[in-house]
């Protein structure tokens, strides 16, 4: 099965609102993860990235949150706006453990309602 | 500077062909992965090459290589196509290897988008 998942297919929030994005990854070797950000047409983005070693890492307009105790992620998207409509994706890596590349989730498209 | 370019962006193919897709990486980066999206099995692993050999490969047939050249240029090739092989597939750059000791950040080009009819 996926090493790393999310919770929801779909999230749909109000502009202005703050978003909340999870993901669940299950390989507790894991300690690099990261979150892209993919518009219609387009490759995947660079969001934020967090290692191990951290519990938070803030972006610009962006947190994400690292719980390795029950291996979940989040992404938090301060005062959402339209630009922000895409499929997020959380992804995993292993360090130094010659992984097999990044392991993707399957991700979460955010809507952005008016 | 410029970011990850793939050529082409679109591409339909007949089963039983081959094709062969081209992508640049950022300058200075040294390692290029390939990727395959699609909307049933999402974006999975392929290739990883670096320094012109390949580093890691994921859970894909024989039929799926690929190559890195000496100005860090990467091609992959998937030979008698199928129905099946319809995807986005993506390109990613880094400066190191993904996975070893030092994390490093991939960036990801447009995308090829391939049909196979």
């Known amino acids: 099965g996926e090493s790393v998942g999310l919770h929801l297919p779909t999230l749909s929030v109000q502009e202005g609102d703050n978003s909340i994005i999870n993901c669940a990854y299950s390989?507790?070797?894991?300690?690099?993860f990261i979150w892209y950000k993919q518009e219609s047409g387009k490759g995947p983005q660079f969001i934020i990235d967090?290692?191990?070693?951290?519990d938070k890492r803030q972006g610009q307009r962006v947190t994400v949150l690292l719980n390795k105790t029950v291996k979940h992620l989040s992404l938090q998207i301060a005062a959402t706006q339209p630009g922000d409509s895409a499929v997020y994706f959380c992804?995993?890596?292993?360090?130094?453990?010659?992984?097999?590349?990044?392991?993707f989730g399957k991700g979460t498209h955010l809507i952005i309602q008016p | 500077k410029a970011g990850v370019t793939q050529t082409p962006r679109y591409l339909i193919k007949t089963r039983g062909q081959q094709v062969t897709l081209s992508c640049s990486p950022i300058?200075?980066?040294?390692?290029v992965s390939w990727y395959q999206q699609t909307p049933g099995q999402g974006l999975q692993f392929l290739f990883e090459?670096?320094?012109?050999?390949?580093?890691n490969k994921g859970n894909f047939p024989g039929r799926f290589s690929g190559r890195q050249f000496s100005n860090s240029r990467s091609e992959m090739n998937v030979s008698t196509l199928e129905l099946g092989d319809s995807a986005l597939y993506l390109c990613?750059?880094?400066?190191?290897?993904?996975?070893?000791?030092?994390?490093?950040?991939?960036?990801f080009g447009q995308g090829t988008r391939l049909t196979v009819v």
């Open positions: 390989n507790s070797a894991s300690d690099y």
């Open positions: 967090i290692r191990s070693n951290m």
């Open positions: 990613a750059s880094s400066l190191v290897v993904l996975g070893s000791f030092m994390n490093t950040e991939a960036f």
């Open positions: 992804a995993e890596n292993i360090s130094g453990g010659g992984a097999d590349g990044l392991t």
């Open positions: 090459y670096f320094s012109e050999t390949q580093r």
């Open positions: 300058s200075g980066h040294r390692s």
